[in-house]
């Protein structure tokens, strides 16, 4: 089992910037992927940024340039950087750890911090 709990969601002014955690426990070394998700009111959840064990990210067009996944791995924890906001980035924003076995994948999600940027 993984446990993820998010934090650092909140009002932003459109050009600002937040910075969103993402802390793991349980079971964090079979963890394969990390991630974060977003969904706006009326829209799928969709993925905005992940990160491998070994380190390499992917992100989605809407973000590259302005957004950044990092992670420190003494503290367990996974960031996403979020600069130059729009109001289309408005949305619940959600930690994603994926746990790849030969058999399943198993998604395990935190509970979702909301990130609002409105003037």
């Known amino acids: 089992q993984v446990q993820l709990v998010e934090s650092g969601g909140g009002l932003v002014q459109p050009g600002g910037s937040l910075r969103l955690s993402c802390a793991a426990s349980?079971?964090?070394?079979?963890?394969?992927?990390m991630g974060w998700y977003r969904q706006a009111p009326g829209k799928q959840r969709e993925l905005v940024a992940a990160i491998t064990s070994g380190g390499m990210t992917n992100y989605a067009d809407s973000v590259k340039g302005r957004f950044t996944i990092s992670r420190d791995n003494a503290k367990n924890t996974v960031y996403l950087q979020m600069n130059s906001l729009k109001p289309e980035d408005t949305a619940v924003y959600y930690c994603?750890?994926?746990?790849?076995?030969?058999?399943?994948?198993?998604?395990?999600w935190g509970q979702g911090t909301q990130v609002t940027v409105s003037s």
């Open positions: 994603n750890g994926r746990v790849a076995t030969p058999l399943r994948v198993y998604d395990y």
């Open positions: 349980g079971s964090i070394f079979s963890i394969n992927v």
